[in-house]
């Protein structure tokens, strides 16, 4: 599984582009994703993608045994980080 990250230049930005959506790809080939993205929002014309893979494989902190979460949670979200067992 696969999330696309999809920013557009912005000058109104501070950081001079925008994010404007996030999608999420079931298929598991990501030269076939990335085909779709450079056809339909070329770099020539001000876009810009990431391509994650969705889930990782972490530790819980506590536990040792392995999960899988988003690339995008947050690390005082997560089981495997300190903060998250202090709070």
């Given at each position: 599984m696969w999330t696309v990250e999809l920013y557009k230049r912005d000058r109104r930005m501070k950081s001079g582009e925008r994010?404007?959506?996030?999608?999420?790809?079931?298929?598991?080939?990501?030269?076939?994703?990335?085909?779709?993205?450079?056809?339909?929002?070329?770099?020539?014309?001000?876009?810009r993608w990431e391509i994650h893979e969705t889930y990782r494989t972490q530790r819980n902190l506590m536990s040792g045994a392995e999960f899988q979460e988003r690339y995008d949670t947050p690390?005082?979200?997560?089981?495997?980080?300190?903060?998250?067992?202090?709070m």
């Open positions: 994010m404007v959506r996030k999608v999420d790809h079931s298929t598991a080939d990501r030269s076939a994703v990335l085909e779709v993205y450079t056809k339909k929002y070329p770099a020539s014309q001000g876009w690390h005082f979200c997560s089981p495997a980080n300190e903060s998250y067992w202090s």
